[in-house]
């Protein structure tokens, strides 16, 4: 669908507590299988990259970042990743699809590509907004993402990675933003907490921060073995 | 009750990731005999179809569409489904109950049989309208429900099966739509939300974006094994 | 308390999907002994009768349909269902606590017995009406009422059981009623969802219909083994 | 803290079903030994009570009524009951804290010490106004306090144990009815139901009825062997 | 993140009941291992404390307050914990994320440095305002606050260490109140109900009331062995 845009999607596991008492080897083989298809799969997506959330979120251990013009990819991942033994014991507690499409807030013609740009962080979330809101005036709709979008500005190292889950999920959107560091976004939250835009979120949750790391450590933080900072603890 | 029109009604399955240690043969047991019972009772009913949400929705794996005009053969095809391996393992976090019956918006006098048509999609959800909805006289209500309806004609490729939920289960409508590709729908829901008639939407998730395949081959992406799309993984 | 009414209580069961991989011997010696329990107990019940959800409810498997003047006898039957070995494997999900009284709506002057009519279907649910319905003068609370019963006296094979849980459970009436088919009830709720008292509504759901069969009929649906109709699957 | 008044705290057990497949002695050990931490306790309480909520509750089986000038025996007698066998199968599913102190809507003027009457129900639930209710001027809430505290005094044989959790847990009040049969209290709820004081209720659920038993009496419910009602089942 | 303030966060934790069925040398290890990868970042965190919640709260047993200027650090400990044999048996039911920035209605520069005062007792809760209180003009705001600190100023023995979430955790702000007694905190709670800006409170629940200990001691308490208070049961 690359004249349609691109299908992103974010899949959030936990870990059954009870696979940390397995030997080691086992859970070794169960974390390299799952690193595998993971690996595996990635050349077909546009990007497939891992978040950790570990010691932070109390549902989820780490999630997945999901990009790709190819909607019947997504389940081909999802199955090779139940084939792994790593899927015995793994939970999905939140799962988000969204879309890519042109904006009708900025001069944008076609539908963004969405590119990750690197950051250590992802704070990623759904987001609905009332009802009341789609029956403003397309002027002051405009008006007040205008403001939006030029306190967004504002903070360079911060970037919008928004997509669209009308009718194709729970939420409305899906909003991503790329950053140096959590606090920095929090100052950028609390900033447009008193926009008019802001006035019409109906939800804007769970919010999670994902700590950018590659996927084999993102393994590693479920038992701490193997982890890039285990010799740090 | 064919003169009383169809129950339309949707099944969703998650398999505990915990079969998915169990040795291969016993898997692929269960999954013949569970494909074995769909396959039976499949000529019992007017339609008997099968879809996958695998590596997409959190909180299931599979779903079933069911038609028929006998109530009491839902129960039968439960039961019957009880009896196979698989059902030691399965849980069903949603299930959704509606019959058809003749629209009050347009011109059509019997209940309408409900055809699929095949499409590679089906996007499914449960419908509650606000209570004010109903005390608006009937002309603002066709008013409103024929804009919905000349928007959703624009989108020639995706097909309404709406069925009716009143007192019979939880949400008032099941809102039913198969289409070509997933971000097609979300564009025509994305111009739906400024209608009139959206403003009256009390409740429309969970959204389950569904993948229509044999029911070998939703049973296959629970351990991804046996998948027809498994070697290209 | 025959002078101040009956208990009404409706307990609905999900049987644990592990159950399912036990020996055939020890299901049915468990299936045996919870229906042994409920037949001893049925005579000291005013009723006590089964309804088999299999197949349709996503959460529950059967429920009971429980009459008493004596409300320590609720929880005796507890006590011995606890006793037999299926309730090693048997949830409650829900369970529902009304009493009998006279109606303020019309004009009988002592509660009211409930009287079973031996339906194929009961749909029950808890129901609970918003602050200000309390606050209308009772003229016109009456004259809603009128409406409701007036509609619902023209669908004559529907009979109305509601009862009364103010201060005793979560919800303030057990609304139920039985039918002789399913899609009949639907165009009842259908009808008076536009009526002056349905505006009033907070709560009406968990919504259930459940199928009258004998317990052990309702038991052998929880493993598809010994159902009357096992050989039409 | 004497002079502060005593805390009120309510602990909810549920016994997971599989417990019930244990051997009856492993059992019968298990349920002595918290019994008698609970009888080794009650001395150093000023009341400890335990309730039933067999087969009628869905979601817990017994429940702790505690009353105590010292908090942290809370934590002591949690710990101790930690330590007995049952403590392996038991889950919280609700536990509320409360404080006394002198109410201000009647003349009294030190925290009323909560003395339970002995009755053979309990009815409690936890308790939440709205916000508007705390605007209203104070002689108009003691209005509203007067006609409620004048129809409870008609109900003579149900006695109020009110007590307050603003800050300390998830409700503002715990509510709490001793009464001499469950649909009294039915009555006196349907007939506040109408007061001013109740249309200011954000939320009073969930509602539980404990029956007063002996502690050993609700443990020997949980399995149904040692009732003191078993041999009437 | 000096510059930027510190990180606080929350971390409730419940052991699963099974764990208690154990031989004693097998929890006592999982006890000892959890409670010395405490103890080894204790030195590189700001603060690291832990509460208990045993015998109070129904849904977790200790929580552990963690101060950092470092992000990753939040990290790096739940890696280390996930390596201890007790983490098989833990579940986090909550966790909760905050940093310290300058309170726009005091008259501080700089973020405030969280410094616990070592009372006996944290009262802790997430905290939403509702949208409203946004667009308020910012005198009416700091009157409005100014109340709220006038108040507070009068319970010298209760001190607060809220921090903002804004953005990086699913709440506004995370509210923290050490002090000597918790029904102190009731009283505190109960006149601040009837401010203002009270009445703009959109969510301030789930309250939990911790008991500071050291770590090895809510580790006790989990079965009940080892504790301080056990012999005094």
Known sequence: MSDRGQYVAYSFYRVDPAWRRLPIEERAAGKDAFAEAIEAFAPRFAHLRAYSCTGVRP??????????????????????????????????????????????????????????????????????????????????????????????????????????????????????????????????????RETEASSYTERDTPIFVGRHVPVREALARLDGVGSLVEDHG
């Open 59 to 192: 549902d989820c251990d780490f999630f997945l970042w999901k990009i790709t013009d190819n909607y019947d990819l997504l389940g081909e991942l999802g199955s090779a990743l139940n084939a792994t033994p790593l899927a015995g014991w793994l939970e999905t507690p939140y799962s988000y699809l969204a879309t890519t499409k042109a904006s009708q807030y900025t001069s944008a013609r076609k539908p963004r590509k969405i590119t990750p740009r690197n950051s250590p962080y992802l704070v990623v979330y759904p987001f609905v907004k009332t009802r009341p809101w789609y029956a403003l005036p397309h002027e002051q709709r405009q008006s007040a993402m205008d403001e939006h979008i030029r306190i967004g500005a504002e903070f360079a190292s911060i970037h919008n990675h928004t997509t669209y889950s009308f009718g194709i999920d729970d939420q409305e959107f899906m909003t991503a933003f790329e950053c140096d560091e959590p606090a920095d976004f929090m100052h950028l939250m609390l900033t447009l």
